[in-house]
């Protein structure tokens, strides 16, 4: 291993997006063939490089910049969990895409993402970073737009959006710089106050923002209906989310020293448990099962940021377990579903039911993802939001506590829905018995590495936790000198877990007494909570998008253009072109009537010229 | 060898109604054209050559005897010399579909190049009355070819332009009796040596005065402009594009230029009386062109209206000024001429010049429409055509020397101009197709050709404005600002 391997991280995965452009569309096998193996190459090298763990590499760039790569524990880790989820979407997607008209198109903008998100992870220089960081929105963009003639809006809107947030990190960088000198980012080690909070709080806008945080979620539910599945599975399940919370953490960790209490750990507490119960009450009155998953998306960020916000030891480490976690389960979950709308046509929950019997695997598959996601004990997502409960618990605020319970419950609640209306209950009447299949290995196979690794992480928790995550919070002493596992009990049988447990319990209740209201069908599950006093009007205010910041500004911009363009556009051109053009018509017509074709009256002026000329000469001489 | 763009015009045209008699067609084209042709690269190699070692002056032998005629090269001529061979070529290309219809071809290119030489000379003088001998030569070569087509209309024209130009004549030839009264001299350079030893300031002024109108009804500055919106648009569309873009520039504009320098040494007076003549020509006659149905109309007020920048260019006297008003001269002459071309395009392809009856004809006549819309945009001065520079250059120049008020007239005026060749855009090529003109065809190959290649000039010269600035415009400028 050579330090030049890390750019051949960045490098490989770049060129093979250029090369799957110009395959042509004609030609069979050849594409998936070299999408696989450049996703396998990929991996193989994220692995050997996370068992070297420790090489740098820089060369000038820009001038006086440099393109400085660093890989450490921590890089190592994250680049192993890109590598990995590339490898299964790109599996996945040799059926799933087959037949998509732009699919060259979508397997290079697949590794095009994948080459900038490994640089930015490597990189040790703002400039780079904020270089790849910013190609990923190209290819956000184009990656939505290929869903369709709709989805041209929504790839807009998640452009506008994530543009945004990462101008807010950019002035962030720029105060970095100023205040510390340099750009290299392990140089760094600022304690937020006076200007370095404003930076830190510009930052933490670009990362959580990445990762899909609230308010600045608004376009994932919209990208769930139109753009293309495996882009959910890719992007806003996996890849931002690993990004985002990367650069959280190193912002909270290296860039930054968070002080577990301080104000700015409370705000981003708050962000988190706010958008733990907001997402996680507009998922369960979903009626899509794309679009339910995407509002857990949104929702599961917050036990994140609310791990790493609580800055004591078990809860960064929780939020960064629950990062891998969700990007396990979600991923599972997306490719569920779409090998549902693969075979089954639609994601409407309203018209799928019993698909248990036709399609077993998914449906297993699905399952042990749901259940992940929910905290059921002992799969990996009960490990990682027991570790955040704990960290909340120990900043002695216990209402964050209290909202990633609550946000528990309804994502139970929610997965029983779903599961429920999709897998299981009565077969839809307007499907024919035996015309659904089950989807091909390929598509089979990614769902089900998903899901064991599901397990995997939960039953055996302490391998991963000790080879992944202990070694990046104990490279920071002041956050890690006491990170032991044991001491918080991560087993079935202490308070915390028994709170959970119950609130699990409820959750299944909830389901049961909707179900029954509901008579019996599973879609209606969540209707007593929509249809509840205060949620009904909260709920029919989301649904007219009250609350997206996106569509609100958009309406306001109109709001203003308008005002203007009646307000001072319209007068001023009524003054040009009633004004200007009366004025010089009427000059016009002046003239016209003095040029009657009188050969006597152009003589006449012609001499009258003479006169005033001579005249002017000679008074201007003297 | 400069006597040859007198001689070999000359020779060539009486030979034309001889050679007509032989081939009616084929072989006047190709003489013309190849006289133009040569006579052009003569002007851009070896007449530039010549002038490396100054200006050049030639003694006229007769018999091996010196008679009293001279003629002299510099480099304000030379530049001259070569717009007039540039524009004349790209006529006489156009011609050779255009005039097909008019007959008697021979003697239409007899007569153009009966002009072309009386401009030729006109500019290679560097005495009084060879000035007033060739400005006759090419206005009556002029006369004959604007009543070429013999309809009512033409004669009538051709009778009002000969009026008004005998009287622009005979204020010359007064304005030259006076001034050999005085000095007892015609050459530019004695004449000039005379006046600045007389002190005769009231003469002279009166003089100059005669110039200005005589050179001025010529230039159809405003108010000696009545006859140009008549003569220019009756003529067959090349020679409007001769009158317009050429004609009014070297007998009116080139000889106010050349005496108000080189014989007046151009004093404040004269400099001021000559700005605001631009300038009020530039203004009234941009609104007369707002107010025309008749496309060719337009193009001619315009042509008043462009005059009218030169003259203020020239008028300004400063260097840059000088430089400006002869840069926007040459991008005029291209413009204009092109605007003039393309409208004998329209006129042939559908018959009338009325604006108000014709629409969408870009659709049917791509090239014809195209090429008109870079030549307007040029004279409007949209940016990064010719016109926009020569303009850009006036303004900044008027703003040098304080001329304020100057330099707000032209940049309003040219939001006229733009208004006005926005107007003809709309009504001739953009817009729906009307009906009866459905079956409209494309113009032939060599009046397409003709079109685009000074379309193609246009844009050129935009594009390299500051070489074709520096190696033709500022020799000019310097040698009007320094004289034989």
């Not at chain 1, 890989?71 to 599996?91: R, S, V």
């Not at chain 2, 190959?445 to 190696?471: D, E, K, Q, R, Y």
Request: proline letters at 4%; one cysteine or more.
């Amino acid at each position: 291993m050579t330090p030049t391997t890390l750019l051949w991280m960045i490098l490989l995965p770049a060129f093979s997006a250029l090369a799957l452009l110009a395959v042509p569309k004609t030609v069979k096998y050849v594409r998936e063939s070299l999408a696989l193996v450049s996703a396998a190459v990929s991996l193989y090298l994220a692995f050997a490089l996370f068992a070297v763990k420790d090489l740098s590499w820089s060369a000038a760039w820009l001038g006086s910049i440099r393109l400085e790569l660093r890989l450490y524990q921590f890089p190592a880790f994250i680049l192993l969990g890109l590598a990995g989820f590339l490898f299964l979407i790109t599996l996945y997607s040799v059926v799933k895409m087959k037949d998509h008209p732009r699919v060259n198109e979508y397997y290079a903008y697949i590794f095009l993402s994948a080459a900038l998100a490994f640089g930015a992870v490597l990189s040790d220089n703002f400039v780079p970073l904020v270089f790849f960081w910013e190609g990923l929105l190209v290819t956000l963009y184009a990656l939505i737009s290929l869903g369709g003639k709709d989805a041209h809006r929504t790839a807009t809107k998640a452009f506008i959006i994530s543009g945004l947030c990462d101008f807010a990190m950019i002035l962030g960088i720029g105060i970095v710089w100023s205040l510390s000198g340099t750009m290299t980012i392990s140089e760094i080690g600022l304690k937020p106050e006076g200007p370095a909070a404003l930076a830190f709080v510009l930052m933490m806008i670009g990362a959580i923002g990445k990762a899909g945080a609230m308010p600045f979620h608004t376009w994932i539910p919209d990208a769930a209906v139109d753009a293309p599945v495996t882009f959910m599975a890719f992007m806003p399940a996996a890849f931002e989310k690993l990004l985002g919370i990367y650069l959280l953490a190193r912002i909270c960790l290296d860039i930054f020293h968070l002080e577990p209490g301080s104000g700015l750990s409370i705000l981003l507490m708050v962000i988190g448990a706010a958008t733990i119960v907001l997402a996680v009450m507009m998922a369960l009155v979903q009626k899509d099962l794309k679009r339910l998953l995407s509002y857990h998306a949104v929702s599961q960020v917050g036990y994140m940021i609310l791990g790493i916000g609580t800055a004591v030891p078990i809860g960064i480490a929780g939020g960064l377990f629950h990062m891998i976690n969700h990007a396990m389960y979600k991923s599972g979950l997306f490719l569920s579903a779409g090998s549902v709308e693969h075979r089954a046509g639609t994601t409407d929950l309203r018209k799928l039911g019993g698909l248990a019997r036709e399609m077993p695997v998914t449906a297993a598959g699905f399952t042990v993802c749901a259940l992940a996601i929910s905290g059921v004990w002992p799969l990996n997502g009960f490990v990682s939001k027991e570790m955040v409960f704990h960290g909340a618990l120990e900043t002695g605020s216990i209402i964050f506590a209290v909202a990633a319970w609550v946000g528990a419950i309804f994502t139970f609640a929610s997965f029983l829905k779903a599961g429920h209306s999709v897998f299981f209950g009565k077969r839809s009447e307007e499907r024919a018995p035996g015309k659904v299949k089950e989807s091909p290995w390929t598509m089979l196979v990614p769902i089900l590495v998903l899901a064991l690794l599901c397990i995997t992480f939960g039953v055996f928790n302490k391998l991963p936790l000790t080879q992944f995550i202990q070694p990046i919070v104990a490279s920071h002493a002041e956050a890690g000198a006491h990170l032991d596992f044991t001491s918080h009990a991560l087993d079935l049988f202490n308070l915390i877990a028994g709170i959970s447990v119950a609130c699990l319990l409820l959750a299944f209740g909830i389901h049961v007494y909707g179900f029954k209201r509901g008579g019996n069908k599973a879609y209606l599950a969540s209707e007593p909570i929509h249809h509840a006093p205060f949620f009904k009007q909260m709920y029919d205010w989301a649904e007219k998008r009250f609350f997206d910041i996106y569509e609100q500004g958009v309406k306001f911009l109109q709001g203003l253009s308008w005002v203007l363009f009646k307000g001072i556009d319209r007068p001023i051109d009524a003054v040009f072109e009633k004004g200007a053009t009366a004025v010089g018509s009427a000059f016009t017509g002046l003239l016209r009537k003095a040029h009657n074709g009188h050969y006597a009256n152009y003589l006449a002026w012609a001499l009258g010229g003479l006169v005033v000329i001579i005249a002017l000469v000679n008074v201007l001489l003297k | 060898m400069i006597f040859l763009y007198i001689g070999l015009p000359l020779a060539v045209s009486a030979v034309l109604p001889l050679v007509g008699k032989a081939s009616k067609r084929v072989l006047p084209d190709i003489l013309a054209n190849t006289v133009l042709a040569g006579l052009l690269v003569y002007a851009a190699t070896g007449a530039r050559a010549l002038l490396a070692q100054g200006p050049v002056i030639q003694q006229v032998r007769w018999l091996g005897e010196a008679v009293n005629i001279r003629i002299a090269l510099d480099g304000f001529s030379l530049f001259m010399l070569m717009t007039i061979q540039l524009v004349s070529l790209c006529i006489a290309l156009y011609s050779i579909n255009y005039m097909e219809h008019y007959g008697a071809k021979a003697n239409y290119y007899a007569l153009l190049l009966v002009m072309v030489a009386g401009m030729n000379g006109l500019v290679l003088s560097q005495d009084l009355f060879s000035v007033y001998i060739f400005l006759e030569v090419a206005a009556v070569a002029s006369y004959a070819l604007v009543a070429y087509g013999l309809g009512a209309e033409e004669l009538e024209a051709a009778f009002k332009y000969l009026m008004l130009s005998v009287v622009a004549s005979a204020a010359v030839l007064v304005g030259i009796a006076l001034l050999f009264g005085m000095t007892g001299a015609l050459g530019f350079d004695a004449v000039a040596a005379g006046l600045r030893l007389l002190e005769a300031k009231g003469v002279a002024g009166v003089a100059a005065a005669l110039f200005l109108m005589g050179f001025g009804l010529k230039a159809a500055l405003i108010p000696f402009h009545a006859w140009l919106p008549d003569a220019h648009p009756s003529a067959p569309a090349p020679i409007s594009a001769v009158l317009s873009g050429l004609l009014i520039k070297v007998s009116g504009v080139y000889a106010i230029a050349r005496i108000a320098f080189q014989v007046f040494d151009l004093p404040s007076a004269l400099s001021q009386v000559l700005m605001w003549m631009g300038a009020v020509s530039i203004v009234v006659a941009a609104f007369l062109a707002l107010g025309q149905a008749d496309m060719k109309r337009m193009l001619a007020y315009s042509s008043i209206s462009q005059v009218g920048y030169v003259v203020l260019g020239i008028g300004i006297g400063t260097p840059l000024g000088v430089a400006g008003g002869l840069f926007h001269l040459f991008n005029h002459a291209l413009a204009k001429g092109l605007l003039f071309l393309t409208s004998g395009s329209v006129q042939q392809a559908t018959g009338t010049r009325n604006l108000d009856e014709m629409g969408g004809l870009a659709k049917r006549m791509p090239w014809t429409a195209g090429t008109n819309l870079i030549g307007a945009l040029s004279i409007s001065g949209v940016p990064p055509l010719g016109g926009f520079w020569s303009k850009l250059i006036i303004i900044i120049a008027l703003i040098q020397t304080g001329e304020a008020a100057l330099a707000v007239i032209a940049v309003l005026a040219s939001v006229l101009t733009l208004w006005y060749y926005l107007i003809m855009q709309r009504k001739a090529f953009f817009g729906k197709l009307a009906e009866q003109w459905s079956k409209v065809k494309e113009a032939p190959f060599w009046m397409t050709a003709a079109s685009v290649l000074l379309a193609l000039l246009v844009i050129g010269t935009g594009l390299w404005f500051a070489t074709v600035f520096s190696s033709w415009i500022q020799p000019a400028a310097d040698a009007l600002a320094k004289g034989f």
